[in-house]
Structure formats: C-alpha cells, structure tokens
C-alpha cells in the first residue's frame, strides 16, 4: 500500500499542477474554471488509479492464490487467506485511488484563497514542496540521501511546469 500512496500521491500532485497550469498559462484567469477543471483531474485520476489498481492487483492476486491451492492440492476458497486476499486488493485499490485526490488538493488550494495570478505562483511552490516531501519519505525508506531523492522528486515538478508554461505559449 506504501508504493500505490506514493506512486498515487506523485500523480495526483503532478496531474492536477499540469492541468492547473495549462488552464491558466492557456489564458484562463477564471478560478472556478481552474478549480473544477483540477478538481475534475483529480476525481479522474482518483477513479482510474482505484480502477487499475483494483485489476491489476485482483488478477496478481488471484494468481498467487491458484498457485498457492495448486501447491497445496488444496481449495482455499472458504479460509481466511480468501477473506485476506480480497481484503488486500481492496485496500491496495482504496489507497491508490485515494492518494491522487488528496494531493491534487495540494496545487488547487491556492486558488481559494488568492487572486489567479498570485495563486499560480504559490501552486507551483507548494506542489513543489509535497514533492520533496514525497522523495524524502522515499529516501527515508530507502535508505538513500534523503536531500538527493527530495531533489529528484522536485525536478520532476520542474520539468511539468516548465513543459506546461511553455504549451501555453503556444
């Protein structure tokens, strides 16, 4: 579940900063028009990445059970490893799903609060900011120089928003 957080939260905070930044360097200096287009973002990666997430990891997971009753000459269908194994695609798919919505609120919070032209600004910064949260906490469990994957995390941020600055110039 760590890894579909982290890989949810990446995409939810990368996504909605995209989607935030071509709608206001594409010329709309309309928050609502900003806020739903992101939140709509949001709710579609949520949707999808719980979607994905739910097959892929029931087919895995359905795999790894045939086998293991294989092994045992065994039907496990009725035992708790069933009830375990459709918990765990359940929880995969929950935290997959969820982690992308709530770090898309991360880029939109700023437009509730802020004039559209301050807003971009302070999305950018603090969507930078989750980033390098996100690659310390990798670093942290990886066991790597926290600063570097902190680092490696925000490029990434970098690299979208220049691409959708310049998108927008177009």
């Not at 918990?87 to 898309?104: C, D, L, R, Y």
């Amino acid at each position: 579940s760590r890894r579909y957080f982290v890989i949810g939260a990446f995409d939810g905070a990368l996504t909605v900063l995209g989607v935030v930044m071509g709608a206001y360097f594409g010329g709309s200096m309309n928050v609502k028009i900003i806020l739903t287009s992101g939140l709509g973002g949001a709710i579609a990666l949520g949707v999808s990445s719980f979607w994905g997430a739910w097959e892929a990891e029931k087919a895995e997971r359905e795999k790894e059970f045939k086998e293991l009753e294989r092994h045992l000459l065994e039907d496990l269908s009725n035992s708790i490893y069933a009830e375990a194994k459709t918990f765990a695609v359940f929880w995969a798919s929950f935290i997959h799903g969820i982690a992308p919505i709530v770090t898309a609120l991360i880029p939109l919070s700023p437009f509730l609060f802020m004039d559209v032209t301050q807003a971009i600004w302070v999305s950018i910064g603090v969507t930078l900011a989750s980033l390098f949260i996100i690659g310390v906490y990798l670093g942290n469990i990886s066991g790597q120089n926290v600063l570097w994957t902190g680092l490696r995390m925000v490029l990434a941020g970098i690299a979208t928003a220049l691409i959708c600055m310049l998108i927008g110039h177009f």
